[in-house]
């Protein structure tokens, strides 16, 4: 027995010692570590822990008592510890996925069940649970009768599956609610999917469009789902996911009707749809299966228009989506330009997966958090650019300028992006109007654009900042956009396309070394004046005519050491790999 003047204690699962203490203990009680951002234990006079319990977010998970410390309250303070930790944190309910033997220790702390399965059961405290949210789904019903019909829908992103769906359903019912999945594990974020879909569903006039919680297809109701695999624990999640819907979400907003999509590839989803349809009926939902949008023999797919972007291929996803759709595929297309060329190692100078370069103030994680904070401007300038009328400079500048100040502020006010920020926001804006106006982006046709955009700004008062840049006449930004990036177009990016012909492996750096040997890169130009900027010019021209691996590891110890990052370069690299993507 033990007496109640034990001390609850931290146990980082960073430290693997901690870890395996844990697991070992969990196992005792045949449970496994589940992922947790918090763990608490209470450990006896050896180290032992004899309880313990997890948080991650609002939800308490791994909850356990050894037999011995049972009957001691050890449970109800270690509960009401994790619930404290949950509340400081910002949580206005909590929420315990647990098995059915153990609601009773959570009743008596204010939980309530909300779903249940024969296997677990989720509990709920707090005054902002389930209940708001319901509240919510009423207020949107209004004075709708029963018999309205639901889709649950991640649209990752939104595809044309997913409006010919949406329309079936909406022939043959008087009010269809798509309810958006609001985990944010998707490619496509839950803002930009909500999105999407409200703009998709345009035009179905008993359509509504209903926002996500954590009760629909969540982390919390449905884990497995993201993981995308069938685990043991599949049908237990999904029978918790199902039940909520039956017992809150459909009496809600009057549903009796849930309409699904076959699944004939993902295993995991087609055995939702299995259960769905044993389940639903259970309690008086009936179940509407349509089959898949078909398109040259295949299945219209949001995994499909995923595997397009990743192949860089525009045409081939925006066959796959609506109009409505294409904004957020170049956007991301921009960022994942931008990720493509911060991925690519080595490379002189400039950060990468091996180290920093020559740079002191910036890494990858800096360079990847300032990307993300990117993507929503370019979703905003992808949007400009499909609209019926070309839109104005100050409304190009104003965009830039907001995202320029969200890039300062996810990295501590260094310029990671500035350059790339203004040539890539250009080519969002101008490949969406292409696309909105002509149904494809045509070379030509992009370039002209870029250069209409770009001649409605003017250059920064005065000078470039720097009077060997001023001295020598060198191109800076906006010139090389004024000029539709001539050279881009007529030498880059057919070599680049002839190098990953040749060798995709090594295309990227030959491509940055090119580039390198071209142009006069502004950022080399500031840190170490103009005629050491010609040297590198002719360092990176003479290993492009004999490339090797070993030789760009080289040449990045020597600019580490020369304090050179050929930064412009690296952002005309990235624009090269966008604007090749789009054209695919």
Wanted: proline residues 3%.
């Amino acid at each position: 027995m033990y007496d109640n003047t034990f001390e609850i204690c931290d146990m980082p699962l960073t430290l693997k010692s901690n870890r395996t203490q844990v697991e070992r203990f969990l196992a005792d009680s045949g449970l496994r570590l589940d992922d947790v951002d918090y763990y608490a234990a209470v450990t006896d006079d050896d180290g032992n822990i004899i309880a313990g319990g997890g948080l991650q977010g609002n939800v308490i998970k791994c909850i356990a008592v050894g037999e011995a410390a049972r009957d001691t309250g050890m449970s109800n303070k270690l509960i009401s510890h994790l619930i404290g930790m949950a509340t400081q944190q910002g949580a206005d309910s909590v929420k315990v996925y647990t098995k059915p033997d153990n609601s009773t220790i959570f009743r008596s702390m204010g939980f309530s069940v909300i779903a249940e399965s024969p296997k677990a059961i989720l509990m709920e405290n707090g005054v902002k649970g389930i209940g708001r949210y319901t509240d919510y789904l009423r207020r949107l019903r209004g004075d709708r009768p029963d018999g309205a019909a639901a889709i649950v829908m991640n649209a990752n992103p939104f595809t044309l599956g997913h409006r010919y769906l949406v329309e079936q359903a909406a022939k043959q019912e008087t009010t269809l609610y798509v309810i958006v999945v609001r985990e944010d594990r998707s490619a496509f974020s839950y803002p930009e999917r909500l999105a999407m879909i409200q703009a998709g569903c345009k035009g179905l006039d008993n359509v509504i469009v209903v926002e996500g919680s954590d009760y629909a297809i969540s982390e919390l109701t449905f884990p497995t789902y993201f993981l995308k695999q069938v685990t043991d624990a599949t049908d237990t999640h999904i029978t918790l996911d199902l039940d909520l819907f039956a017992r809150h979400i459909a009496p809600a907003l009057g549903v009796t009707t849930r309409y699904v999509g076959s699944e004939p590839i993902d295993v995991l989803t087609a055995r939702y749809n299995e259960l769905m349809q044993e389940q639903l009926p259970q309690h008086g939902i009936g179940v509407k299966m349509v089959d898949r949008l078909m398109k040259d023999g295949e299945v219209v797919s949001a995994s499909c228009v995923r595997q397009a972007l990743a192949d860089g291929s525009l045409s081939q996803a925006a066959a796959l989506v609506p109009a409505t759709t294409v904004p957020y595929l170049i956007a991301h297309m921009a960022t994942d330009a931008l990720r493509a060329e911060l991925n690519t190692t080595p490379k002189p100078g400039l950060v990468d997966r091996n180290d920093n370069g020559a740079h002191k103030d910036m890494n990858l994680a800096l360079m990847n958090r300032s990307i993300d904070a990117l993507l929503p401007y370019f979703v905003k300038l992808a949007l400009l650019g499909g609209k019926d009328l070309m839109p104005d400079t100050e409304a190009v500048r104003q965009i830039g300028i907001d995202a320029e100040r969200s890039m300062l502020n996810a990295t501590g006010g260094v310029n990671t992006h500035r350059g790339a920020l203004f040539s890539m926001g250009l080519t969002t804006l101008a490949a969406a109007w292409c696309i909105e106006h002509d149904g494809k982006v045509a070379e030509k046709q992009l370039q002209d654009l870029i250069m209409q955009v770009a001649a409605g700004f003017a250059p920064t008062a005065g000078t470039h900042g720097n009077d060997a840049v001023n001295a020598h006449r060198v191109t800076g930004a906006l010139d090389l956009a004024k000029a539709g990036y001539e050279q881009l177009f007529n030498e880059w990016l057919p070599a680049y396309r002839s190098y990953l012909a040749d060798d995709a492996s090594t295309a990227c750096h030959r491509l940055l070394l090119l580039i390198m040997s071209q142009l006069d890169d502004t950022n080399v130009i500031h840190r170490v004046g103009y005629d050491q900027a010609q040297q590198v010019k002719q360092e990176a021209s003479a290993l492009l005519g004999n490339y090797s691996t070993g030789g760009m590891d080289a040449l990045n110890r020597e600019y580490i050491a020369r304090n050179i990052s050929p930064g412009g370069s690296a952002d005309m690299v990235a624009l090269t790999y966008f604007i090749h993507a789009i054209l695919n």
